[in-house]
């Protein structure tokens, strides 16, 4: 059973200029004469934490991190204008030019595996390989299923609470009326969805780990703009036509994909990543027994740190 690999810190960290209020935070760590790959973090407004740096061998890469537009120490923090998944495409092509690299490896889960099979659409000469963890489609059914009648029938307790966080009815269009209160004016209406929406997406994702006293009793602004931005996107579907990865994916059967999707995976199901492998018809799609969504566990650890080691292997 694999491990991360141990701490590093960063040898060398900026600021990227994006022409826009934007400024994107990107680091750089391991070999900077090693195998380049650039780390996808998922969200929106999430961001890259220490460990993510520990997937990958740092003798072997040249690991890159990002916080998108508007996350983690991105500036301004929150900032929904000129935040789009197109803006987030083109950040990383700047990242690539001003660090003067031809191809890199694309490392993304979740939300960052929507980053990187859109990238790769777009840049397909770029990418030498990809690993893609707890696939997001951004289809309407995936969005239906967090937020209509899907996973609320398996956690009907917390999915009622969220309803009841914008006074709605179950089948509403709920993304609608959280969109509506968490942008209103009324900031005990923000505060109140936004803390309903914290314990379900900590329920959904954590599943039976879940603590219902880790939800902070006071929310923060920081707390609501990250609910905004998640809302931003939701709301406008993610800024892709429906279906648009799937249906882009002809031009990708060169990259060796690597994809990893827990079965229990109640926030992004592994039909999903089941989907993708079909049409990615090279791709090794490895289906994990018993992990959920999130990049933690002995059994989804071992999966990540041993696709980036198979990567090096593909690819030297």
């Known amino acids: 059973m694999k491990t991360q690999y141990p701490q590093i810190e960063p040898f060398h960290s900026f600021f990227l200029q994006t022409g826009s209020v934007h400024s994107v935070y990107v680091e750089q760590s391991g070999n900077p004469e090693g195998i380049p790959v650039i780390f996808l973090h998922g969200g929106p407004c999430s961001g890259t934490k220490p460990g993510h740096r520990c997937f990958f061998n740092p003798e072997k890469y040249h690991i890159i991190l990002m916080d998108q537009r508007g996350c983690g120490e991105s500036k301004p923090f929150g900032e929904i204008d000129q935040n789009t998944t197109q803006d987030l495409i083109d950040d990383m092509e700047r990242i690539r030019k001003q660090l003067d690299i031809e191809q890199w490896v694309l490392f993304g889960g979740s939300w960052g595996s929507t980053l990187t099979l859109l990238y790769a659409q777009q840049h397909a000469d770029k990418v030498l390989a990809m690993v893609i963890r707890g696939v997001f489609l951004a ?81 923060t602004e920081k707390m ?93």
């Open 139 to 219: 289809r309407k059914k995936d969005i239906d299923w967090f937020t209509k009648e899907g996973v609320g029938l398996i956690y009907p307790e917390k999915w009622q609470q969220l309803v009841a966080s914008v006074y709605g009815e179950v089948g509403s269009d709920l993304v609608k009326k959280l969109y509506g209160a968490v942008f209103s004016d009324n900031e005990l209406t923000q505060r109140r969805v936004t803390k309903a929406w914290m314990g379900w997406g900590g329920q959904v994702a954590l599943m039976q780990d879940y603590d219902e006293d880790t939800l902070p009793v006071h929310i």
């Open 224 to 316: 609501v703009k990250q609910m905004k931005m998640e809302m931003h996107y939701a709301y406008y579907q993610y800024f892709i036509t429906e279906n648009q990865i799937l249906n882009g994916c002809d031009g990708l059967q060169h990259i060796p994909t690597i994809i990893i999707h827990g079965r229990n995976d109640l926030m992004c199901p592994m039909e999903a990543g089941f989907s993708l492998s079909k049409q990615l018809k090279n791709a090794q799609l490895i289906a994990l027994p018993n992990a959920g969504h999130i990049a933690s566990g002995e059994e989804m650890i071992d999966a990540l740190v041993d696709a980036s080691d198979k990567v090096v292997e593909l690819i030297q």
